[in-house]
């Protein structure tokens, strides 16, 4: 029975992603919500046969103490023996049955279901998002946010069929109840529902902000104690603990700051809700009483209007905490959608195809990007790159070197100007196809808190174990990478590397890179320092790996040490977004330009480095 509530919804089930998700929060909702629509209004209409029940249960109450009021119990076993049968078998069998179906759909069918969707399409829908989106939040408010937004979907859903769909159908059939009864029993009820959902609604006017407001502010709590622990060795290097301690503090008291505001809502809602149903309880009742002592009501009317009066005191708090608590939840969402919906703006064209790569030729026309800003970046660069041609990117921080790279791998769409690979212009080829087509080894070689196993793997998921193999020892990895072991036990190609592979040297962690690189055997090579942080002799052998991996592919290669690119087909030289020289290494140390001030400024064989300008 379990199984088959759990697969009414398939949390999973195919759907159009949307670039540009709902920027209003009812939308954005249902577009979530559409596969449960079904489930939905079966759910709804549960709640209220259930609240039917109950207030019917109520009404039976007061036909029971007057039937017990009419003679003895032979009598009345005779007159109504039956109808009490019948009425037991009902309590115990319709009853339940109604109540176990409302709630398994509501346990079992919708909130596993609906947070799973929930997390599961805004995780896919954030990966859609470009690097740069990225690099402008806390990877840590992120997944806060990914993280916190399901489960409080979840509890709107659950909130609106558990409490407020019952609430309102038990509303009014204990208003209808009353009314037949005696029309003016419904007078102190509504003097008190008044100022009741008044009340409610001055909560609920307040609830949302604050809440959302206060969810924002524990997303930066973890968005600083995560970039704390990420970057935990400056931390110690720089000897910040206290620094560190106090910037979180600064979150951390903002985020009690608005969860205070938050909870004296909470209070002043309890304190005038205490007052209001006293008034209810007295009003009721007590008119119940005056009219039964004007012999114009029975004592079954007494107990049916006490019983709903005692049932709608107790609901009343529950009424307005869920109702409370639905808008409060609806503001965490809020502000989880203000990372969930936003747009993603670097797409596939909708008449991309897949990139073909035959020769491997780079053409770069006109291309400029400034990031938005008047400066920085690239400024009218034109470059071609013949098939197989190995060239040399060289340049001070800031002249532009990894802003060409990001533009080849379309990181970011260019400003103006267009990139080429063998004749198509790459912002009309798919995005996977362009980046299966070029392999990368950077400089920060961060890993995957994964297996060395996965790690490699992750350059060609379906290589073979004897191919993985290879490929680490052609990247003089093999012979460490057996000696691993991790805290779990694993070991070798089982062991798991850390969190950007912070467990691993930083030479370790290279040398992965470049086995995963090789075993991806891509037809355009991208290096960006690729040996800096190899010790002189495994960089050497590492060398003679490169240069074999550069055989058949183009090859664009940025280095400090110039001695890694001297022998390259080509050197670029750039200044300001500009190229500014270009040739093989003899002739631009005799054209005495900039690059031959650089060779002649090294010192080890690195460029120096006369500013740090962000690129």
Avoid: C
Avoid at 131 to 159: H, K, L, S
Avoid at 316 to 340: D, H, Y
Avoid at 369 to 391: F, M, Q, S, T, W
Avoid at 486 to 497: M, S
């Amino acid at each position: 029975m379990f199984r088959w509530f759990e697969g009414l919804v398939d949390p999973y089930v195919t759907y159009k992603e949307n670039d540009t998700p709902p920027k209003r929060l009812y939308p954005f909702l249902r577009e979530y919500a559409e596969p449960f629509m079904r489930v939905f209004w079966i759910t709804g209409i549960a709640s209220v046969i259930i609240a039917i029940i109950e207030v019917w249960l109520m009404a039976y109450l007061g036909r029971l103490v007057d039937i017990l009021a009419t003679g003895t119990p032979a009598e009345v076993w005779a007159q109504s023996g039956l109808e009490f049968i019948l009425v037991a078998v009902f309590i115990l069998t319709l009853r339940p049955a109604v109540h176990v179906a409302q709630v398994m759909l509501l346990n079992n069918s919708i909130l596993p279901n609906f947070g799973t969707l929930v997390r599961w399409r805004a995780h896919k829908h954030v990966l859609r998002q470009s690097v740069g989106w990225f690099e402008d939040d806390f990877a840590g408010r992120i997944a806060n946010r990914i993280m916190q937004t399901p489960p409080a979907a979840g509890e709107v859903i659950f909130q609106l069929f558990d409490a407020i769909t019952f609430a309102i159908a038990y509303l009014v059939a204990a208003a209808i109840l009353l009314g037949q009864a005696d029309l003016r029993l419904l007078l102190p009820l509504m003097l008190w529902i008044v100022p009741y959902l008044w009340l409610l609604r001055w909560v609920v006017t307040r609830i949302g902000p604050a809440s959302e407001a206060a969810s924002n502010a524990r997303s930066a709590v973890t968005g600083r104690v995560v970039d704390s622990y990420t970057n935990i060795h400056s931390v110690k290097m720089f000897a910040h603990h206290d620094r560190e301690i106090n910037y979180a503090k600064e979150a951390i008291e903002e985020a009690r700051r608005t969860f205070q505001i938050e909870m004296r809502l909470y209070t002043i809602m309890d304190a005038g809700l205490m007052i209001l149903n006293g008034v209810l309880i007295v009003g009721v009742v007590g008119w119940a009483i005056w009219l039964w002592m004007q012999g114009a009501a029975s004592v079954g009317l007494v107990a049916v209007a006490t019983s709903l009066t005692l049932r709608l005191n107790a609901m009343s708090g529950w009424i307005m905490w869920a109702i409370t608590n639905f808008f409060r939840q609806l503001g965490v969402v809020a502000e989880g959608m203000l990372t969930i919906a936003q747009p993603v703006t670097l797409l596939d064209r909708t008449d991309a195809k897949p990139l073909a790569v035959t020769e491997g030729a780079v053409q770069i026309s006109n291309l400029s990007h400034h990031y938005g800003r008047k400066a920085g970046g690239l400024d009218r660069i034109n470059l071609n790159i013949a098939p197989g041609e190995k060239v040399g990117l060289v340049g001070q921080s800031g002249a532009g070197k990894s802003t060409l790279v990001k533009l080849l791998l379309r990181f970011y769409d260019a400003e103006k100007g267009t990139i080429s690979i063998d004749g198509q212009d790459i912002s009309h080829a798919t995005q996977d196809s362009l980046r299966s087509a070029i392999g990368m080894v950077q400089q920060d070689s961060a890993l995957l808190h994964r297996t060395v196993r996965e790690n490699i793997l992750y350059g060609n998921p379906d290589a073979t174990e004897e191919q993985m193999i290879v490929a680490a020892q052609r990247a003089e990895a093999h012979d460490f990478i057996l000696g691993l072991a991790d805290n779990e036990g694993n070991t070798g190609y089982d062991a798991r590397v850390g969190e950007r592979g912070i467990k691993l040297s930083g030479g370790q962690r290279q040398r992965i890179s470049l086995a995963r690189v090789i075993l991806k055997d891509a037809p355009i090579l991208l290096l960006d320092e690729a040996t800096s942080a190899l010790d002189s002799e495994i960089e050497a052998a590492i060398q003679q790996t490169l240069y074999g991996m550069m055989e058949g592919k183009t090859v664009i290669a940025i280095a400090h040490r110039l001695s890694t690119i001297a022998q390259l087909d080509r050197i670029i030289v750039m200044d300001q977004g500009r190229i500014v020289e270009e040739g093989k290494h003899d002739a631009l140390l005799a054209a005495n330009g900039q690059y031959a001030r650089f060779w002649a400024r090294q010192s080890g064989g690195f460029l120096g480095q006369s500013e740090q300008v962000a690129e």
